[in-house]
C-alpha cells in the first residue's frame, strides 16, 4: 500500500512564479489536508478538501493561494507570485474519513523562494 | 498565544526512557495525536488517544491524558538512538465546528549513545 505521496519533493522558484504542489492520497482516501511548516515551526493548516470540494479553507491565506482536488488525479496546491515569506515546507495528509479520523502525512514539498 | 505547547528540547542517555510533554487548551480536544518527523522527512504517525482514555501503551510507547490539567505525555521507554526526532503533539477539536489538527512546535530529542 502506498502511503500519501507529493511531488515534487523540493521545488525552486524565483519570486514572482507559481509554484504547483501534488498530493495523492492513500488508495480509498477521500479526504485531504495541506499545511505548511516554517523553519523552527510546527504545522499550520490550511485548507481541507474532500473531492471536488473545498470544506475549510480558514488557515488558507485570502491571496495567491488555491487548491483543489478534481475528481480525478492529485490535490493541488497553488501559490502564484511566490514571495520569498512562502519558503516553507508544505505537507499534504490525507484520511478516510473526515476529521477527526487519523491524517496520515506525506513527505512534504519543501519550497524555497529566490 | 499557542493552542499546543511542548518544551523544545530533551535530551537523553541511550537506554533510558525519555518523556515528552505537551499542554493543550482546546478543551473540545476529541483526538491527541503524536507525531515523529526526522531530518528531511514527513510526519510519523506514532499513537494517538481519544480523550475518554486516560493511557494508551504501544510496545516501548506509552501515553497518558490529564484531561483535568489538559496535559498529554509520551513516554518511550528504553530510549534508542534512532528514536532522535522531533516529536509533535497534535489535537483535533471540534471547537470551531471545523476539525482542524493543530499542532505543537515539536520537541527534539536527542539520544546520547
Known amino acids: 500500500n502506498a502511503g500519501v505521496m507529493q511531488n515534487p519533493r523540493h521545488l525552486v522558484r524565483r519570486r514572482g512564479q507559481e509554484a504547483r504542489l501534488r498530493c495523492s492520497p492513500m488508495k480509498g482516501h477521500s479526504h485531504v489536508y495541506w499545511y505548511r511548516q516554517l523553519p523552527e515551526e510546527g504545522l499550520k493548516f490550511m485548507v481541507y478538501?474532500?473531492?471536488?470540494?473545498?470544506?475549510?479553507e480558514s488557515g488558507m491565506p485570502k491571496e495567491r493561494f488555491s487548491a483543489e482536488f478534481p475528481k480525478e488525479g492529485p490535490s493541488i496546491l497553488r501559490i502564484q507570485q511566490v514571495v520569498r515569506g512562502d519558503s516553507a515546507a508544505y505537507f499534504c495528509?490525507?484520511?478516510?474519513?473526515?476529521?477527526?479520523?487519523?491524517?496520515?502525512f506525506g513527505p512534504g514539498t519543501r519550497l524555497l523562494v529566490l | 498565544g499557542e493552542d499546543v505547547e511542548q518544551s523544545l528540547f530533551l535530551s537523553v542517555r541511550e537506554g533510558d526512557s525519555s518523556v515528552i510533554n505537551c499542554t493543550y487548551t482546546d478543551s473540545s480536544s476529541t483526538y491527541l495525536y503524536w507525531y515523529k518527523q526526522e531530518p528531511g522527512a514527513g510526519l510519523q504517525l506514532l499513537t494517538y488517544?481519544?480523550?475518554?482514555?486516560d493511557m494508551k501503551q504501544d510496545q516501548r510507547l506509552t501515553v497518558l491524558l490529564n484531561k483535568k490539567d489538559k496535559h498529554l505525555s509520551l513516554r518511550i521507554a528504553d530510549t534508542q538512538t534512532g528514536d532522535s526526532a522531533i516529536y509533535f503533539c497534535a489535537e483535533c477539536s471540534s471547537g470551531a465546528g471545523s476539525y482542524q489538527l493543530t499542532f505543537g512546535k515539536g520537541t527534539k530529542l536527542s539520544v546520547i549513545p
Open positions: 495528509a490525507s484520511s478516510h474519513l473526515g476529521p477527526p479520523e487519523t491524517q496520515y
Open positions: 488517544i481519544f480523550s475518554n482514555m
Open positions: 478538501l474532500q473531492k471536488e470540494n473545498i470544506i475549510d
